[in-house]
């Protein structure tokens, strides 16, 4: 170990007093990180399992986004136990992975395989010896290929019942040990990316109003809400299977998983206020809405018109109230401003539909590198979803910071995102908020759904030219794990550190995120 390195080391672990630490939370506050099945087991031809969507995607040229695919990956399926090891020795709490549908049942439908079945007992069974909890999500975007060829996937309405049989085997073959089921992680991004944009899989969408992206099939006008409107009734289903069937004898609880920002009025203007509103209701009340009221919002029914699919009264009966929890996904937020224009073009799709205009919120000297780190937004968003849906119980299932992946190991911005945004919290729950765990996103450099690897949000660094694929802890895994286990430091000394060492962080540019650009898209072209 270098002097410096020792040093840096010291600096991060020695107590310095007063400042963040752990016992600021309740006792029964929850802290994880989390990765997702396709994105970090690699071993995708291993042992019976059979592609997903985001296999095929990967290997058709990721729409030119970035090179590289999943297939090895950190190779998880092997190094399962070295992982929970790791995450024992770093003081974790819990552990939030998703399961691999087509590792369990390669098909869709069918025949589950043993394999696949014993992997995720193995690595369930190795999270509970060492008294970490499984949070488990069923699908993380990768829905096996099977299901898209038969009958497109996530636009029939076939899926609701192939999705209710598939989370039938996992609660019977693990829910002894997994308590936390979330059914969906960001199902808005995934109707929006995979449907209307098209630059995820799937990858449908039409007319071609998308950046850059040639679907082949879709109907950018449609389907989005139609696969949502399913997402919705497969969460639905599920939930009451298992509160019907399990609940009872295995204690544990059901939720679904967004991809949140925060929304502010960027004007005190009335029309720039019911545009936040509204932005609101689309990106996050399309699901909420149904969750908490049974229907649609107000503003969707009336911009979306015939488009937006309607619920029976015995559907909407199912949906409301059939989360137990919220999982929020929180990177950025936006300011609001009205867009009446949008409502005037022809073929309108879902992102022309909510009529606003998303301007980035900027933090400090932030603007050009990384995510802005602006604690008061994730404040925002919570207060804002508490007062419309009330308090739901809510699970920070992802929140961290972007750096590129070959940037050192000395990953200050990563540090001082973590410091302020778990600083926050808190006061968040002083004001009322039942926020019950934070989970960093990601536990390894993974492989990044919206960008390969060409960037990391991992605590841990992998060298991918390294044949062992060697997890090496960043000054970040180092800082959570102090966090963690009670020791507290003085966010000043690691931000004087910051100063001195200004050449240590090379993140990639905000403004090349993808969803960023999507959600921009409109305001883009027609402002
Ligand atoms: C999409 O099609 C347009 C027009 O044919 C072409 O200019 C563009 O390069 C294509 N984009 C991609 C990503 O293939
Ligand atoms: C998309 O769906 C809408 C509504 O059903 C329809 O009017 C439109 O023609 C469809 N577009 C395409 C390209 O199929
Ligand atoms: C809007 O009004 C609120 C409350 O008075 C104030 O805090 C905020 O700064 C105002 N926003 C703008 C953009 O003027
Ligand atoms: C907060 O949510 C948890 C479940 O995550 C629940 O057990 C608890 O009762 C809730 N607390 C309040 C104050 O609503
Ligand atoms: C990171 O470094 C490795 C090994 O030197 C190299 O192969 C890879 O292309 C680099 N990746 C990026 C995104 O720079």
């Not at 991060?12 to 029964?28: E, I, K, N, Q, W």
Request: with cysteine; charged share 20%.
């Amino acid at each position: 170990m270098s002097m410096k390195v020792f040093v840096l080391i010291v600096l991060v672990l020695v107590p310095f007093g007063d400042a963040l630490s752990r016992d600021d939370f309740p006792p029964h506050f929850l802290f994880g990180a989390s990765t997702s099945a396709y994105q970090v087991e690699g071993a995708v031809n291993e042992d019976g399992r059979k592609p997903s969507i985001w296999d095929t995607f990967t290997h058709a040229g990721n729409a030119n986004m970035y090179p590289g695919n999943a297939d090895i990956a950190c190779d998880q399926y092997h190094k399962y136990k070295e992982d929970v090891q790791l995450m024992a020795k770093m003081g974790l709490d819990a552990y939030r992975f998703s399961i691999s549908w087509s590792r369990l049942i390669p098909d869709g439908k069918g025949p589950i395989n043993p394999k696949g079945l014993q992997y995720y007992n193995n690595l369930i069974n190795e999270l509970i010896s060492q008294g970490i909890q499984a949070h488990v999500t069923l699908v993380h975007w990768d829905l096996p290929q099977a299901l898209e060829d038969e009958y497109e996937g996530w636009v029939s309405r076939r899926i609701v019942k192939d999705f209710t049989a598939y989370a039938d085997v996992c609660f019977r073959e693990f829910g002894d040990r997994v308590k936390h089921w979330t059914t969906v992680n960001e199902g808005n991004v995934f109707a929006i990316g995979g449907y209307d944009s098209g630059f995820l899989p799937p990858q449908r969408c039409y007319p071609a109003q998308s950046l850059t992206y040639n679907c082949s099939r879709g109907n950018s006008s449609t389907e989005p809400y139609w696969v949502a409107h399913h997402m919705l009734l497969a969460h639905a289903s599920a939930a009451n299977l298992y509160r019907k069937k399990y609940q009872d004898r295995q204690h544990g609880s059901i939720g679904f998983n967004l991809l949140t920002f925060g929304f502010f009025p960027l004007t005190n203007t009335s029309e720039d206020i019911s545009a936040t509103k509204r932005a609101e209701d689309f990106y996050l009340g399309w699901f909420l809405n149904p969750f908490i009221f049974g229907e649609y919002p107000d503003t969707m029914k009336k911009n979306g018109g015939s488009r937006l699919p309607s619920f029976s009264k015995s559907e909407s009966n199912l949906i409301k109230g059939s989360i137990d929890f919220l999982g929020i996904n929180y990177y950025f937020s936006f300011y609001v401003k009205d867009s009446p224009d949008s409502l005037q073009i022809k073929d309108r799709d879902f992102i022309v539909d909510a009529g606003v205009k998303l301007q980035p919120v900027f933090g400090d000297g932030t603007s050009t590198s990384g995510f802005p780190i602006v604690p008061w937004t994730l404040h925002g968003l919570l207060s804002s979803l508490r007062n419309t849906y009330g308090n739901i119980p809510i699970y920070i299932h992802e929140n961290g910071q972007q750096t590129d992946r070959n940037s050192s190991l000395e990953d200050w911005s990563r540090v001082k995102s973590l410091h302020d945004y778990i600083g926050s919290i808190p006061d968040i729950l002083r004001n009322g908020v039942n926020v019950s765990g934070y989970f960093v996103w990601s536990f390894l450099d993974v492989f990044e759904l919206l960008a390969g690897y060409e960037s990391s949000f991992g605590l841990h660094y992998i060298d991918l030219n390294d044949p062992t694929l060697r997890r090496q802890p960043k000054l970040s895994a180092l800082w959570y794990s102090n966090f963690l286990n009670k020791r507290t430091m003085d966010p000043m000394i690691t931000m004087e550190v910051q100063k001195k060492n200004p050449s240590v962080v090379l993140p990639t540019a905000f403004s090349n995120n993808p969803i960023l650009q999507m959600v921009q898209r409109k305001s883009i072209s027609y402002s």
